[in-house]
């Protein structure tokens, strides 16, 4: 599934121990640590911990914990790939945050013993390759999203309005809506907008990297009114300031950490 699935090691040392948020973005995330299991806090305010976390997509930011150290692999999923290597639409997924043998079977805890197990980087991310290969050829003849749903996707995360999408495929917009969301469990709408996050936060993430922030050219290289409006937008949708997640999790180390490992390791691949 080449460009649906890419997979990457993150091992971060030496960091502060607290807390790192796992923010919106287009993607299903599927995470496998090495040692220690991953902690989560709830909603409710309760822990879970996972040997294997399967995350789908979300409009709000989660919460993990860390204690310094953390490593492990993070696999970043197309919600189109949902069907092929999970069995079901990514709807299903949608809003939660499962241990991933809730979803996948006794082959989770499989994966997680020869990722323990495994010596190297290369040898874990061959185990995982195998394991991917193996959902794959389990569900090969399973539904496809229908085409229409799928170019809705590509053109929503391309900044296409719904009313435009809607008429390219032929469906009225309440139609589109409806089949989008029982595809993806969010609205077109939403998705759109959790695209456009994803891209400001690492275009931040880059900037601060450099030295240079300049939320207001962010802002406007991604379409927002002003840097104003980029910065309700950025509250919103990682509970914090553009300038705290800098601080904190930027400079602090963290990203490169779970979500955020495709920014990290130049050993990334895809599946």
Do not use: K, N
């Amino acid at each position: 599934m080449d460009g649906f699935v890419t997979r990457h090691v993150y091992d971060v040392r030496d960091a502060a121990p607290g807390i790192h948020r796992a923010l919106p973005s287009p993607f299903l995330t599927f995470v496998v640590p090495v040692g220690a299991p991953l902690r989560m806090v709830l909603p409710d305010g309760g822990g879970a911990d996972f040997r294997a976390c399967l995350a789908g997509l979300h409009d709000v930011p989660g919460t993990i914990v860390h204690p310094g150290r953390q490593a492990g692999i993070h696999v970043t999923v197309h919600p189109l790939a949902a069907r092929p290597l999970f069995g079901l639409p990514a709807a299903v997924l949608a809003g939660h945050s499962l241990e991933a043998g809730e979803v996948v079977g006794r082959v989770a805890a499989e994966l997680c013993e020869r990722v323990d197990a495994g010596s190297t980087w290369e040898v874990r991310l061959a185990a995982l390759d195998d394991v991917l290969a193996r959902l794959l050829r389990t569900h090969d003849d399973g539904p496809a999203a229908a085409a229409e749903v799928r170019h809705a996707w590509a053109r929503m995360q391309a900044g296409g309005s719904v009313r435009d999408v809607a008429r390219e495929v032929g469906w009225s917009t309440d139609h589109l809506s409806r089949r989008f969301t029982g595809e993806f469990g969010v609205r077109p709408s939403v998705a759109a907008r959790m695209g456009r996050f994803h891209r400001v936060r690492h275009a931040i993430a880059r900037r601060a990297g450099s030295g240079t922030l300049d939320l207001a050219g962010v802002a406007a290289d991604h379409g927002y009114a002003d840097q104003a409006h980029l910065a309700r937008e950025f509250r919103a949708l990682a509970g914090c300031t553009a300038t705290r997640w800098v601080t904190e999790e930027v400079h602090g180390g963290l990203v490169g950490s779970v979500q955020d490992a495709q920014d990290a390791d130049p050993r990334s691949s895809s599946a």
